[in-house]
């Protein structure tokens, strides 16, 4: 089975500029999650999709960052303007379904973004 | 708010060693407890989880026993590998959130 699929691995960019991070949930996941974690820290959720639907995005900086999910399916996270404190491990994760009790989250390899 | 604190790190350990990583939490209602682990260059991958007070997770020689009574889920290993260096990260989530917290990680490097 395809594990969670992400790209780029790897980004570097100026401040001030615009990024956008892809990830492809495992087939059949109805539950979407972006993380950033940042070097020395343990992840922490940005946003949460059950289908094509946020069911949080609290902890978002909507001024500068925005994801969607067309189509329950893909996602994409975008950062517009780039701080130097978004240098971090961008994770996307996807489980079963968010209703269910206890689903497991399965991660994928990350995006580490470097913003100079 | 629901928190997770995990012993600082790093640690070193020899080969054949003991191992035990603290972890603390905070959290209103009854969370599920996990131990995540990220190997070099990979991504994070569930190691083991407890999903109410009493259980023991158990996964590739380690073990975990979700404590309610002491708030921990201090994570265990009677013989470690070089093959176990990586980060671990204490997590917890809650039921009707489902959104995970992360402990901070700890890093573990086993040397032969």
């Known amino acids: 089975e395809a594990g969670v699929a992400q790209s780029p691995r790897y980004k570097i960019i100026e401040k001030r500029q615009s990024v956008a991070f892809w990830c492809n949930p495992i087939?059949?996941?109805?539950?979407l999650y972006w993380y950033q974690q940042i070097l020395g820290q343990g992840p922490k959720l940005l946003i949460q999709?059950?289908?094509?639907?946020?069911?949080?995005d609290s902890q978002l900086p909507k001024d500068r960052f925005s994801a969607e999910r067309l189509k329950g399916v893909d996602s994409t996270l975008k950062i517009q303007p780039a701080k130097l404190e978004d240098s971090a491990v961008y994770l996307c994760?996807?489980?079963?379904?968010?209703?269910?009790?206890?689903?497991?989250?399965?991660f994928g390899p990350g995006t580490r973004l470097t913003v100079l | 708010g629901n928190s997770v604190t995990q012993m600082e790190g790093p640690v070193t350990l020899s080969e054949e060693a003991f191992l035990t990583i603290n972890c603390t939490y905070t959290?209103?209602?009854?969370?599920?407890l996990f131990w995540y682990v990220q190997y070099p260059g990979e991504g994070l991958q569930l190691l083991l989880k407890?999903?109410?007070?009493?259980d023991k997770g158990s996964n590739k020689g380690f073990e975990a026993t979700y404590r309610k009574e002491t708030t921990s889920f201090h994570l265990e290993k009677g013989s470690v590998q070089v093959s176990d260096s990586a980060v671990y990260f204490c997590?917890?989530?809650?039921?009707?959130?489902?959104?995970?917290?992360f402990g901070a990680g700890t890093r573990l490097t086993v040397k032969p």
């Open positions: 994760a996807s489980s079963l379904d968010r209703v269910q009790p206890y689903n497991e989250q399965f």
């Open positions: 087939s059949g996941h109805a539950t």
């Open positions: 999709f059950q289908n094509n639907g946020v069911v949080d």
């Open positions: 959290a209103t209602g009854y969370p599920s």
């Open positions: 407890a999903t109410k007070a009493d």
């Open positions: 997590a917890l989530s809650t039921y009707n959130n489902n959104d995970m917290r």
